[in-house]
Every structure is written in structure tokens, then in C-alpha cells.
């Protein structure tokens, strides 16, 4: 068994089994399946959010090898990588509670408490309106530079995401938005898997997860060869020699995507 708490559940859970009582909080419940429940609570006036596991059976394991997926056991897979990720400086959410109870991977019990990021405001929702209302070009360039950094950082401290879009990337509005900073912290990290080095299959996903999820927010080539240049910390000329077929690929699932779009005549 693997226990770690912080305050205030440290406290709160004292002499008690902290199993038992993370499954006895309460609030907005955002995700309720049967192995897995994502809520929001709060403690002493303060938010939290809990992804809770319980277990997701041999049979979805096997199911999940079969089709060439990596299978989420529990909440470990998140409290590594947020673990590894603090240790590189990359912004994200803090735990302050982790548990994890049972050997079999099968039936194994875990929690993962950590910190509510308020206020912030996801970087899909910022961007949606930039299409028609351009932001200013320092803001955007800032937030393209702060993105490349994130995942350049995670990918080299051993982490991909696997859930890696713009929505995953929070930004703060309580402190000063503009060319001259940006706050920013990347969440939703239970699939992560973390390693001491990322194959170049998990960041060429992680990659395109990110080009596709912003493909309708009004990049220009510019724009994409400056997140390139932040992310590879390379010379373009050698970027676009090393990565030549990484580029290919996204290009031609994007024009895919955008020929599926005006097909169905709905979002990407």
C-alpha cells in the first residue's frame, strides 16, 4: 500500500482509513463510470478535485492490449507525472493527497487528490473567438512560445500526455495576460505515462494532439514555425530537415480533417 497526504487532509484523515473517506466526499461529479469517479469538492473553503479508481477488470486490460492501447490502471499514472513534471518546472496541478491499495493491477484501489486551479479559463475557450476577433500579435506569440515550452519540457523530463490538446492548457486570469507574460498550467494527466525517454511514437502523438486541436483558432505558418523553433530549440532549417516527415503527416491528417469538416459541415 502507497499513502501520501498532505493538509488539510492529512488532518482530516488522521487515524482513519483514508480509502474509506476519500469515497465519502462530496460534490459536482464530472465523470461517474463504474471503475472510475471525477468530482469537485471543497475543504475549508478551498477546492479540490479527486479522481478515484477502483479497478478496471482483466477483461478491459486485455480488451485495451488488444487494440494497441495502453491500459490506465489508476492514479499513479498521474501522481508520477505530475511528480516528474514539478522536478522539470513545468507548471501544472499540485496533489496533496495519494493512495493506492492492492497488488493486482486489475482490482487495485486508488485516489488522487490535488489542488483546484481557480481562476483560469482553458485555452480552447480563450481562442475560440480568434478566428473573428484576432488577438493582439504579442499575446499570441507569447502564448504559442509559453505552450512550445510546456511541451518541450514535459516530452524531455520523460512525460507524454496522450490526452494533449489546447483545453488541457489552463490560463491563470487572475494575473496580467499580455506580450510581456502568461501564466499557464497543464492538467488532465491520469494517461500520462512517463519514462526516461519519450518514444518518438508518444511525442509524434502528443504533437499532432496539440496541431489538430488548434487548427480552427487562425494559425498562420508563421505562427507554426515559431512553436516549432520554442519547442525543438533548434534552427528551423535543421527542424525542418529532422522532423521533415513528422511535418508530412500532420499536414496531410489535417487536410483529412478539414475535407471531413466541410463534408459534414460540422467542427473539427
Known amino acids: ?28 461529479v464530472y465523470r461517474e463510470l463504474e471503475n472510475r469517479r471525477t468530482l469537485r469538492t471543497e475543504v475549508e473553503g478551498r477546492g479540490y478535485f479527486v479522481k478515484i479508481h477502483r479497478g478496471i477488470g ?3 486490460i486485455a480488451k485495451n492490449l488488444a487494440t494497441g492501447k495502453a491500459p490506465v490502471l489508476g492514479a499513479g499514472q498521474e501522481w508520477r507525472a505530475l511528480e516528474r513534471l514539478h522536478r522539470a518546472g513545468v507548471p501544472t496541478m499540485t496533489a496533496v493527497a495519494y493512495g493506492e491499495r492492492g497488488s ?31 488577438p ?10 509559453e505552450v512550445a515550452r510546456m511541451a518541450g519540457t514535459m516530452h524531455r523530463a520523460g512525460v507524454n500526455h496522450r490526452d494533449c490538446y489546447i483545453c488541457h492548457f489552463l490560463l491563470h486570469t487572475d494575473r496580467p495576460i499580455g506580450a ?6 497543464l492538467i488532465d494527466l491520469h ?25 480552427d483558432i487562425g494559425l498562420t505558418r508563421r ?6 523553433k520554442a519547442y525543438f530549440r533548434q534552427p528551423l532549417r535543421q527542424i525542418l530537415q529532422d522532423e521533415a516527415a513528422l511535418l508530412r503527416r500532420l499536414e496531410r491528417k489535417a487536410a483529412k480533417l478539414y475535407a471531413r469538416k466541410l463534408r459534414y459541415g460540422g467542427a473539427l
Open 180 to 185: 510581456r507574460g502568461v501564466s499557464l498550467s
Open 58 to 60: 482483466w477483461g478491459e
Open 223 to 228: 505562427d507554426k514555425l515559431r512553436f516549432l
Open 136 to 145: 493582439a500579435p504579442g499575446l499570441k506569440r507569447k502564448l504559442i512560445d
Open 104 to 134: 493486482n493491477p486489475a482490482t487495485q484501489h486508488s485516489f488522487i487528490v490535488t489542488e483546484e486551479l481557480a481562476p483560469t479559463v482553458s485555452l480552447e475557450d480563450f481562442t475560440a473567438t480568434w478566428p473573428e476577433v484576432p
Open 191 to 215: 494517461r500520462a505515462q512517463t519514462r526516461d525517454e519519450v518514444p518518438r511514437r508518444w511525442r509524434d502523438k502528443d504533437l499532432a494532439g496539440l496541431y489538430f486541436s488548434a487548427l
Open 1 to 28: 500500500m502507497t499513502l501520501v497526504l498532505h493538509e488539510p487532509f492529512k488532518a482530516l484523515w488522521a487515524e482513519r482509513d483514508a480509502f474509506v473517506e476519500v469515497e465519502r466526499l462530496q460534490g459536482v
